[in-house]
C-alpha cells in the first residue's frame, strides 16, 4: 500500500515537472548534467539575448559580427605576460559581445547566470547586485548567499589580479574588457556547473563598470591563468575540457562543454598544445600549411610561424567569430580559393569579406594543416551565405594590420559542429567532426 502512495506522489510530480516545463519551451529548460554544461549561441531560441525582432539586416549584422571581431582581435593581440590593458582608441566604441553562453549556479542557495564562455579569459566575473554601471539583465546578489565571502587583501589570490588595491581587509581590483573598466571585489563562493559543486571558486564581483563591454550576466575564463577555471579545479577536472559549439544557423542551437577527462571522445586527431610565453594564457597550436582543394598553399613561412619572441602563430579561440590569417597567408589562401572557384565569376566584398558571389558557386575544401592532424572543413564551416540565398562569402579574413597583429586565429564559425578537446596535462589539443546542432 506505502509502494503505490509512493509510486502514486512520484508519479503526480513527474506530470507536475512535465506540464510546468512544457509551459515554456521544454528545449530550452537546464539539461545540464554530471560534468557537461549545455553551451547556447546568444541567438539560440533559449537565450534571453536573442534580439526579440531581428532589427539588423543580414548584411548589417555580418558588418556587426566583423567589427566586434576587430575589437576582439585588438584585444587578443594586446594580452601580453602579465597584463591585459587595451589601448582603446579615443572616441572608437569598442564592444565584445559574448557569442556562446552557460549557466553557472553561483551561491548558496544557487543563482543562475548566463555566463559568456571564454577560452582566451583566465578570471571569471559576474555583476553583482548594486553595480552601478552594469548591464541590468541579472545580477548575483551576494547577501542572498550563505557562502560568500570576500577575499582577503593577504591572501595570495589577490596578488593574481590587476590592480589590487585593499578596501576594509577586502581585496578589491581593477581591469579593463573591450571599451569597459571594471571595478570589482576579489571574492570567494560556490559555483555549481551541471551536477559539480566547486566550493571556494575565486571570481570577481563587479561593483562598477563603464563601456558596453561588460557580458551581460558575466564571463567564465576557460584560459590557463592563475585564476581560471582549470587552475581552480585541478583536482576535479584535471585541466582538461572539450567543447563542441553549435552553428547559430540551426534551429537546434545547443553544443556542449565536457569537463573532466572522463566521457571525451577516443576517435579525435591531436595536434600539441603550445604556450606562448607572450601569451601564456592561449591556446597555441602550429599550423603548418593550408590546403584548398589538393593544393597546398605558397605561403611564406613567417606567415604561420609559432613565435615565442613575438608571440605569432596560430590560436584557437571561442570568442572570435570568423577565423583570421595573418595578411600574406589570407592573400595566397584566397587568391587559390577564388581561382578554384572560378576565374571568370565577378568577385564582390561586403564589409571585411572580400570575396563574395552572387551567383552560386561550388566551393573548394579547405584544410589547415596542423603538426599531427589535418583538419578538413566543410563548405558549412567556410562560406556564409545571405538570408536571400543571394549572396555567399567566404568566411575567413585577414588579421587586420592596424595593430602589427601576428595572430593567426581559428574563430568560433570554423569550429562549428566539431568537439575540440583541450588536453593541458598532455599538451594536445584535439578536434573531431561532431554534429552537436
Ligand atoms: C566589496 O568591498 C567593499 C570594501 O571592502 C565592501 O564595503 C563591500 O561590502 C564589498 N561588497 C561585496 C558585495 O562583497
Ligand atoms: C578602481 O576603480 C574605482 C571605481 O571606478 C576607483 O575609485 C579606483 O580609484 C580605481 N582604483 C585603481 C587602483 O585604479
Ligand atoms: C572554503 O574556505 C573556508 C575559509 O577559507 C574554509 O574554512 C573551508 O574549509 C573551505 N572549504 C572547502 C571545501 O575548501
Ligand atoms: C572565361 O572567359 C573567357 C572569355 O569569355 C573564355 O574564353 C574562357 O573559356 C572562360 N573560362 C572559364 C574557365 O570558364
Ligand atoms: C595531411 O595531408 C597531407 C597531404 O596533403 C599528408 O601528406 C599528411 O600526411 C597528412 N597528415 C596527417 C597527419 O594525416
Known amino acids: ?37 549545455e553551451v547556447l549561441h546568444i541567438y539560440s531560441p533559449c537565450s534571453p539575448f536573442r534580439p526579440s525582432s531581428p532589427s539588423l539586416s543580414w548584411e548589417e549584422s555580418i558588418l556587426q559580427m ?13 594580452l601580453v605576460a602579465g597584463k591585459s590593458v587595451v589601448p582603446v582608441a579615443s572616441g572608437r566604441q569598442i564592444v565584445q559581445s559574448p557569442t556562446y553562453i552557460l549557466r553557472a549556479k553561483i551561491g548558496t542557495p544557487p543563482q543562475t547566470l548566463l555566463m559568456a564562455m571564454d577560452t582566451s579569459n583566465d578570471a571569471a566575473w559576474v555583476p553583482c547586485s548594486g ?30 589580479v590587476s590592480n589590487p588595491t585593499c578596501g576594509g581587509g577586502a581585496c578589491l581590483f581593477n581591469m579593463t574588457y573591450g571599451s569597459s573598466t571594471l ?48 587552475s581552480q579545479t585541478q583536482d576535479l577536472y ?50 603548418v600549411a593550408i590546403r584548398v582543394g589538393r593544393k ?13 619572441t613575438t608571440g605569432g602563430g596560430t590560436i584557437f579561440d571561442s570568442g572570435t567569430v570568423f577565423t583570421r590569417l595573418v595578411e600574406p597567408a589570407y592573400v595566397a589562401v584566397r587568391n587559390e580559393f577564388r581561382r578554384r572557384v572560378g576565374r571568370n565569376l565577378t568577385v564582390t566584398s561586403l564589409g571585411g569579406f572580400d570575396t563574395c558571389y552572387s551567383v552560386p558557386i561550388v566551393a573548394p575544401t579547405m584544410t589547415f594543416m596542423f603538426s ?44 562549428q559542429n566539431h568537439r575540440v578537446l583541450y588536453d593541458v596535462p598532455n599538451s594536445r589539443l584535439g578536434v573531431a567532426r561532431e554534429l552537436c546542432t
Open 183 to 230: 571595478a570589482a571585489n576579489l571574492s570567494r563562493d560556490t559555483f555549481t556547473l551541471a551536477s559539480d559543486p566547486i566550493p571556494n571558486y575565486t571570481f570577481g564581483c563587479i561593483q562598477k563598470a563603464t563601456g558596453s563591454s561588460v557580458p551581460p550576466q558575466g564571463l567564465l575564463g576557460l584560459g590557463r591563468g592563475p585564476l581560471s577555471l582549470l
Open 131 to 160: 553595480c552601478v554601471g552594469c548591464p541590468s539583465s541579472a545580477a548575483f546578489d551576494s547577501a542572498k548567499s550563505t557562502t560568500y565571502r570576500n577575499v582577503a587583501c593577504k591572501s595570495p589570490q589577490c596578488s593574481q
Open 66 to 78: 566583423q567589427h566586434e571581431d576587430q575589437a576582439r582581435l585588438q584585444f587578443l593581440s594586446s
Open 372 to 415: 599531427g592532424m589535418n583538419l578538413t572543413l566543410p563548405a558549412d564551416n567556410l562560406l556564409i551565405h545571405s538570408t536571400a540565398g543571394s549572396i555567399t562569402c567566404l568566411a575567413l579574413a585577414a588579421s587586420p594590420g592596424d595593430f602589427n597583429s601576428v595572430l593567426n586565429v581559428i574563430a568560433n564559425m570554423q569550429q
Open 238 to 287: 584535471k585541466s582538461t575540457f572539450s567543447y563542441c559549439l553549435p552553428s547559430f544557423k540551426s534551429p537546434g542551437f545547443s553544443g556542449s562543454l565536457r569537463l573532466g577527462p572522463t566521457a571525451q571522445p577516443l576517435r579525435i586527431k591531436f595536434t600539441p598544445l603550445l604556450r606562448n610565453p607572450r601569451r601564456p594564457s592561449l591556446y597555441y597550436a602550429n599550423l
Open 1 to 37: 500500500m506505502e509502494t503505490l502512495q509512493l509510486f502514486l506522489s512520484i508519479l503526480l510530480l513527474l506530470l507536475l515537472l512535465s506540464t510546468s516545463s512544457l509551459a515554456q519551451n521544454p528545449k530550452c529548460s537546464d539539461r545540464d548534467q554530471e560534468s557537461t554544461l
Open 296 to 308: 597546398i598553399v605558397d605561403i611564406p613561412p613567417g606567415a604561420l610561424a609559432f613565435n615565442p
